[in-house]
T-cell receptor, first 112, second 115 residues
Framework: QQQVKQSPQSLIVQKGGISIINCAYE??????FPWYQQFPGKGPALLIA???DVSEKKEGRFTISFNKSAKQFSLHIMDSQPGDSATYFC???????????WGAGTKLIIKP | DSGVTQTPKHLITATGQRVTLRCSPR?????VYWYQQSLDQGLQFLIQ???????AKGNILERFSAQQFPDLHSELNLSSLELGDSALYFC??????????????FGEGSRLTVL
């Protein structure tokens, strides 16, 4: 019940296309859902995060869509660029406990 | 630059040896986390310290130990090293207090190679 399942494991998208990465969770107590972006040789960095009181959050070309009833959330990258090529991790946590439960990661490659 | 400093960046050692990885959190952050990332794998949470006290434990092997010092820097000790311990070890810190966004700030990692 503590797992966060992330898919796909890898994704190749043409430049200008939409990249979509999905995550699903079981624990309904989770109330914080961040996405982290990791470039090769670097540590992950927070990209965007959402709480379950909203169904969507947009920051530039990055959007989180959240479906509370389905216990799913997804990251959409619009107009994907080669610079977006990275590994993306979804995660979830509950309350003020910072213990994040991480998805397995998605390696995204944007082809020029 | 996240403000989290990890040393060393690279470390090569032999099986059976012991190493210490060091982490300095962002200024003002009381929580330190250690993660292991094997090649093309996800992030495995090892352990969390908050203001010097162990707060949470993940999949940390008994051969591994950590501590957080009064100046808030942390060290991860890995002993009796095995080939499978080769990985990137990340330290992260988070802001103090409740009501935080929960954002973790990661260092650039220490790459350990066990030969």
């Amino acid at each position: 019940q503590q797992q966060v399942k992330q898919s796909p494991q890898s994704l190749i998208v043409q430049k200008g296309g939409i990249s979509i990465i999905n995550c699903a969770y079981e624990n309904t107590a989770f109330d914080y859902f961040p996405w982290y972006q990791q470039f090769p040789g670097k540590g992950p960095a927070l990209l965007i995060a959402i709480r379950p009181d909203v169904s969507e959050k947009k920051e530039g070309r990055f959007t989180i869509s959240f479906n509370k009833s389905a216990k799913q959330f997804s990251l959409h990258i619009m107009d994907s660029q080669p610079g977006d090529s990275a590994t993306y991790f979804c995660a979830a946590s509950k309350g003020s406990n910072y213990q994040l439960i991480w998805g397995a990661g998605t390696k995204l490659i944007i082809k020029p | 630059d996240s403000g989290v400093t990890q040393t060393p960046k690279h470390l090569i050692t032999a099986t059976g040896q012991r190493v210490t990885l060091r982490c300095s959190p962002r200024s003002g952050d009381l929580s330190v986390y250690w993660y292991q990332q094997s090649l093309d794998q996800g992030l495995q949470f090892l352990i969390q310290y908050y203001n010097g006290e162990e707060r949470a434990k993940g999949n940390i092997l008994e051969r591994f130990s950590a501590q957080q010092f009064p100046d808030l820097h942390s060290e991860l000790n890995l002993s009796s090293l095995e080939l499978g311990d080769s990985a990137l070890y990340f330290c992260a810190s988070s802001p103090r207090g409740s009501g935080s966004t929960g954002e973790l700030f990661f260092g650039e990692g220490s790459r350990l190679t066990v030969l």
